[in-house]
């Protein structure tokens, strides 16, 4: 049977040496990506940064599992990954100094529609 809940994630990516800015660009056009294949919600993405290190967090929901399933097949979203690959490594939340501080501060970079 398939899920139709939505599923709230968040991506932690570190950018690679001298990427940060190349992360962002690719992280303002993820969510648009998405959403155009019908994939997500249209509640939109926000887009933190750890104040500590070059670290970006991506908070959007998927419309449901096999929304995410459908992801990992199309062509467009497969080549923005891969875009991703080459300038990040994704990282989980324990991996940031903040996950170990009660109401952990993030700078805000932007909401994407």
């Known amino acids: 049977m398939a899920s139709t809940a939505a599923n709230a994630v968040m991506g ?12 962002v660009d690719l992280l303002r056009r993820h969510y648009p990506t998405l959403n155009s294949l019908g994939l997500v919600t249209r509640r939109g993405a926000i887009l933190l940064r750890s104040p500590e290190e070059p670290v970006f967090i991506e908070i959007f929901e998927w419309k449901s599992q096999d929304a ?46």
């Open 12 to 23: 932690v990516y570190r950018a690679r040496e001298r990427c940060e800015e190349r992360l």
């Open 68 to 113: 995410i399933r459908i992801a990992h097949e199309a062509r467009e979203v497969q080549a923005l990954w891969a875009g991703l690959d080459e300038i990040a490594t994704h990282v989980t939340l324990a991996d940031l100094k903040e996950s170990g501080m009660m109401f952990a501060k993030f700078e805000y970079v932007a909401r994407i529609d």
